[in-house]
């Protein structure tokens, strides 16, 4: 029986191939499992048959096969791939066999398509075909840097990405070269990262490209892993996104954060400047009716010292006042700890009616609704004082502006039985707040008066709450106006 016969009958696919490297035969199951037809196949370079990343290699191969010939194993066993007319690529196990025909040397080249290979092959085929969508319809470029050889593998999406042309590798050197100047030692901080023999060999890095076609610039994000051959990176292979327009919107997110950071820190500031200017109002117009008694006590040629006297000490403890109403104002916006200890919510009543009277708030008659042996509160005294100084003199102002005849302002301590607190109301025989108004006389800056500041009752509220209370106005009263606040009994 002739060779020809057998290699012809030949169930496996089956190639003569001579010292050049041309194909001179092929039997029918090579032509079927290749794809081509008799006559392309004859007279074809072998290497057609290789995947284009393995032909170099191959071509070396080739000739130190033909200087030693032997019957052999193709690859010591690693995975090979068989390059069909249409592009696919089989995996196949090769076999090497010299033949001598009239002293002409061949490789007599036989392919197996095991049939565990054949259900990995589609498996890999259906799986890669997956992968395909999901990398396409990401926009995901897949890259396979080889780093022996110093090239990258690169799929036309990267080179889409990159601006490179159709060639299917490109010099390391040159594809670093697309990286902006000032992402450059980030990214190759990273790749140093994932050389570590000892690490993860996960690679991570952002850095923008220049496309070399257009000189667009893009952000892109790139993942990938580290192989590593005898303690030695050898490959990385990974996959690259553009991401201009995540960083855009994060660009974009960043300048509106700094924008409201700096809007709420005017507001802030001008918030600081009202809460001064409220707090300083009040005795710069004392001090200032003082002064006027005190010039006009010097005008008079028999002018009484004891009157003038009177006017400066005025004018000291009203600057003092200032002082440390300034202070503690201090002590609460920066937000420190502030200092609690218990005291009796009846006798700051008392306290604050006196103060509110000696500051020029007297047009009223008082009425007290104490609770007796009430339980002592924990605040800052000085803070709650505050509040009621400034409930009664809103309450004051309101009654002044309708000229009320009978002014009282009537002032309830009691339990409040449902909370366990503290509970304080200041009612007045006022015009009450307008429905309108209801709802904005906690905000800053509201005012209904002429040389208002709408700031007392935005403080108030702040100081209340800070000392674990609450502070609201009543809805609904028939007459005037009533606000309430409670604070926590002292454990
Ligand atoms: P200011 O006293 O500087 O206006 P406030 O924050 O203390 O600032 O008060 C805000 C507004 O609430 C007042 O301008 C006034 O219209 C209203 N208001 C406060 N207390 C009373 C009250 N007892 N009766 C009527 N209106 C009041």
Redesign the pocket.
């Known amino acids: 029986m002739s060779f020809e016969t057998i290699f012809s009958a030949a169930a496996d696919a089956m190639l003569l191939v001579d010292n050049a490297g041309v194909i001179v035969q092929a039997n029918p199951s090579a032509l079927t499992l290749l794809e081509y037809s008799a006559e392309a196949m004859c007279g074809l370079a072998v290497e057609a048959l290789i995947p284009v990343s393995y032909r170099n290699h191959h071509q070396h191969q080739r000739q130190s096969y033909f200087n030693n010939p032997e019957k052999r194993a193709m690859g010591k066993g690693s995975a090979l791939f068989a390059l069909t007319a249409s592009g696919k690529k089989i995996a196949v196990d090769i076999s090497l066999s010299p033949v001598y025909i009239k002293d002409q040397i061949y490789a007599l080249t036989t392919f197996y398509v095991a049939g565990h290979r054949r259900e990995a092959e589609e498996a890999l085929r259906i799986s890669e075909e997956r992968l395909q969508l999901a990398r396409r319809s990401a926009g995901l470029g897949v890259f396979d840097f080889d780093a022996k050889q110093n090239i990258v593998h690169w799929d036309e999406r990267m080179r889409e990405l990159w601006g490179g042309d159709s060639d299917a590798t490109i010099s390391y050197e040159k594809f670093i070269e697309a990286i902006h100047p000032e992402d450059r030692e980030a990214r190759q901080t990273a790749l140093i990262l994932a050389t570590d023999p000892t690490g993860t060999g996960e690679y991570n890095a952002e850095f923008r490209i220049i496309n070399a076609k257009d000189g667009t610039e893009h952000w892109i994000a790139t993942t990938g892993r580290m192989h590593f051959e005898d303690n030695h990176a050898s490959r990385l292979v990974g996959i690259a996104q553009d991401i201009t327009e995540r960083k855009r919107l994060e660009t974009k997110l960043q300048e509106q954060r700094s924008e409201t950071e700096s809007i709420f820190k005017q507001q802030v500031a001008a918030r600081t400047a009202s809460a001064i200017a ?1 707090e300083l109002n009040q005795p710069l117009a004392a001090i200032s009716a003082y002064s006027e008694v005190a010039l006009h006590a010097l005008s008079d040629a028999n002018f009484s010292t004891d009157k003038l006297k009177r006017a400066l000490e005025g004018c000291v403890a009203q600057a003092q006042r200032a002082g440390t109403s300034l202070h503690e104002l201090l002590a609460f916006l920066q937000a420190g700890n502030i200092v609690v200890a218990p005291f009796d919510l009846n006798a700051l009543v008392k306290d604050a009616l006196n103060i509110a009277r000696s500051d020029g708030y007297k047009e009223f008659q008082p009425a007290l609704d104490l609770e007796q042996n009430l339980p002592q509160v924990l605040a800052n005294r000085i803070q709650i004082q505050k509040v009621l100084v ?2 009664i ?3 004051v ?2 009654m002044r502006s309708i000229g009320a005849n009978n002014a009282t302002i009537t002032v309830t301590v009691r339990t409040n039985q449902n909370l366990n607190m503290g509970h304080v109301s200041v009612q ?1 025989s ?4 307008p429905p309108e ?1 209801v709802k904005r ?2 905000e800053p800056f ?4 002429p040389t ?7 403080i ?1 509220r702040a100081l209340v709450e800070s000392n674990g209370g609450q502070l609201w106005l009543e809805p609904n009263v028939e007459s ?2 009533v ?1 309430h606040f409670t604070l926590p009994f002292a454990p």
């Open positions: 409220h400034n409930l003199r809103n309450a102002e309101a007045d006022g015009p009450g707040i108004a006389i906690f509201f005012t209904t008066k208002g500041i709408g700031m007392g009752l935005a108030s005037g106006a606000f």
